[in-house]
């Protein structure tokens, strides 16, 4: 069906999943793998064309926590999976997401930045993490390119990246291979409900009836409106960040490269990621001077040199964030055959294999994984249906 057309009157789904960034997107592929039936993606725009194509691509829960906690676990067990992710998903569709396992650096640049490098290496390895700690000789004998004002760092072996563009378009190959009807430019207008049971979505083509129902619609999940008008959504807020890329050739690092106000990402085709910035700025999906001079400033302070690269692109995107910064996965406790993937905030490249294999457990099974229980979306009092 071309994408203009609209639907006939019994257009039906096994598995409808609303949204077709990298968290739809994974959740459709495990479903469809584990055998869920007819599942259809609706995306309104074009496949990961919103948050998931802003992001770095950072796979990094260690250099960025501050203790163990459930979203530690679920992070850590997320990039553990990335391995085997990748593999599959290059043989599945010849396209190498170019999983990058070099590690990350954390520098420090002030004696409170040491005593945070301090405290970060201790609980780590109590914890019996994998972390290294690095003198500011070590940090510049292993990235030259580091400022001569840093005085020490934290490297992470296992905290690693991937070309999240290219991830976008070896899932969206895998899904359709698995035979996912992909519906872009298709609207999810709202859901249709009965008796507390989802029953479909009414679309800007046409009604699609299924009786499973996946919203993982990022940024927009507070629009989602329902036939019944008791239904509230999850409330999920946009959080814009801004990115910069220059020509870096030849490339000027090899790690990922943190401070505590921003970062460096090398991408193996030469070009180099600077972020971010973290604005509440509604749904203005935009690069302002303030931005660009705030990440461009954090990256001189990690890499002076990157003041003679070529500027070369930037980008703005909107992370999708829940009340707590968590992520809301799985069944909605008001409506039957409803379930939420969706808040993954800054880390959703990081967590989707494990968000798709998490719902479709729970899809097909009917039970919950222990490690998806704190994300559960009947935390927030804002869900359900009169
Ligand atoms: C600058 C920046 C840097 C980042 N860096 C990293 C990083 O290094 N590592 C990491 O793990 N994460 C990172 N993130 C976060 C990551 O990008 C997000 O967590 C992730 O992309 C969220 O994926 P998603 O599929 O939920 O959302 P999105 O990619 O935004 O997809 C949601 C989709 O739903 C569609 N949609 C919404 N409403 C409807 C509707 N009613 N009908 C049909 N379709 C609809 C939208 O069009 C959109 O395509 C970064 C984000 C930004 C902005």
Not at 4 to 12: R, W
Not at 86 to 93: D, I, K, V, Y
Not at 165 to 190: F, N
Not at 248 to 254: E, G, I, T, V
Request: net charge negative; charged share 25%; aromatic share 6%.
């Amino acid at each position: 069906m071309r994408n203009q057309e609209t639907f006939g009157s019994k257009e039906t789904a096994d598995v409808v999943i609303i949204g077709g960034g990298v968290i739809g997107l994974a959740v459709a592929r495990e479903v469809a793998l584990r055998g869920g039936g007819q599942v259809t993606l609706i995306e309104r725009g074009r496949l990961g064309a919103e948050a998931s194509y802003a992001a770095a691509g950072m796979l990094a829960p260690q250099a960025e926590a501050e203790h163990v906690d459930p979203f530690f676990e679920l992070a850590c067990a997320s990039r553990d999976l990335y391995p085997a992710f990748a593999e599959a998903l290059r043989e599945e569709t010849g396209t190498d997401i170019e999983l990058e396992r070099t590690g990350t650096l954390y520098l420090a640049f002030t004696p409170r930045g040491e005593e945070e490098l301090e405290h970060r290496y201790n609980w780590q390895r109590r914890a019996g993490l994998l972390v290294e700690r690095l003198s500011a000789e070590e940090t510049r004998q292993l990235e030259p390119c580091i400022s001569n004002q840093v005085r020490g760092a934290l490297r992470f072996p296992l905290d690693v990246q991937v070309e999240n563009r290219r991830l976008i378009a070896a899932l969206s190959a895998s899904t359709e291979k698995q035979g996912v009807r992909l519906l872009t430019e298709t609207h999810v207008q709202s859901l249709i409900t009965e008796r507390g049971r989802v029953q479909g979505v009414e679309t800007s083509r046409g009604v699609v009836h299924a009786p499973v129902i996946v919203v993982a619609t990022g940024a927009w999940t507070s629009f989602l409106a329902a036939s019944d008008k008791g239904f509230r959504p999850v409330s999920i807020e946009p959080v814009r960040g801004q990115m910069l890329c220059f020509a870096s050739n030849p490339r000027l690092a090899r790690h990922v490269i943190y401070s505590p106000r921003g970062y460096i990402v090398p991408r193996l085709d030469g070009r180099l990621l600077a972020g971010s910035t973290t604005e509440h700025a509604g749904f203005e999906r935009r690069v302002t001077g303030e931005g660009l001079n705030a990440i461009t400033s954090h990256a001189l302070e990690i890499a002076p040199a990157v003041g003679g690269l070529s500027l070369l692109d930037s980008w703005a995107g909107l992370r999708p964030r829940a009340e707590d910064e968590w992520p809301v996965m799985g069944e909605c406790a008001e409506l039957r055959g409803l379930f939420y993937a969706t808040g993954h905030y800054r880390n959703g490249i990081l967590l989707a294999p494990l968000t798709g294999a998490l719902l479709a457990e729970q899809i097909m099974t009917g039970k919950a994984s222990p490690l998806i229980n704190a994300f559960r979306p009947d935390r927030f009092q804002c869900v359900g249906v009169n």
